[in-house]
């Protein structure tokens, strides 16, 4: 399963009105409820922040890509949020997050949510691709960079 068939321009938002990390995984989750691929916001908000308690998601050149697998998944899923201001997260390079991917997984996934997140590391390598993400002008513009 790639990752274009996870995302869908209905769980991407190029505005995120979050302010910390904790809102913008909240605000990506009810993008993914709003899908049904999450049906418990909360269980699955508690997977993400152990999992993010752990050890930062936030891997630098601006992109935090948290991620859980839980219950409260019903299919695996990622969502997008651009952040024009930036989010003061851990970040590897110390550098404000200005793109997270939120990666849902359900119980029972095995290592699905561990290669779209390889996948996504991938990707987001090339200058390019985090280029075509930072001035995507429509969440169609956003999956179609992760081709």
């Known amino acids: 399963m790639s990752i274009r068939e996870l995302i869908t321009p209905e769980t991407v938002t190029l505005d995120l009105k979050a302010g910390t990390p904790e809102e913008a ?11 049904g691929a999450v049906t418990d916001l909360e ?17 630098g050149f601006g992109v935090a890509i948290p991620h859980g697998k839980s219950g409260g998944v019903s299919r695996a899923a990622v969502a997008f949020g651009r952040s024009r201001s930036g989010l003061a997260w851990e970040s590897l390079d110390g550098e404000p997050v200005q793109m997270v991917f939120l990666i849902a997984a359900p119980d029972g996934a095995h290592d699905l949510h561990l290669k779209a997140l390889s996948q996504l590391a991938r990707l987001l390598m090339h200058e390019e691709v985090r280029q075509k993400l930072l001035t995507a002008e429509s969440p169609a513009d956003v ?4 081709q």
Do not use: H
């Open 25 to 35: 995984m909240a605000e990506l989750g009810a993008l993914l409820v709003k899908t």
């Open 43 to 59: 269980t699955y908000l508690q997977a993400v922040k152990a999992r993010e308690a752990l050890g930062t998601t936030a891997v």
């Open 143 to 146: 999956v179609n960079a992760l």
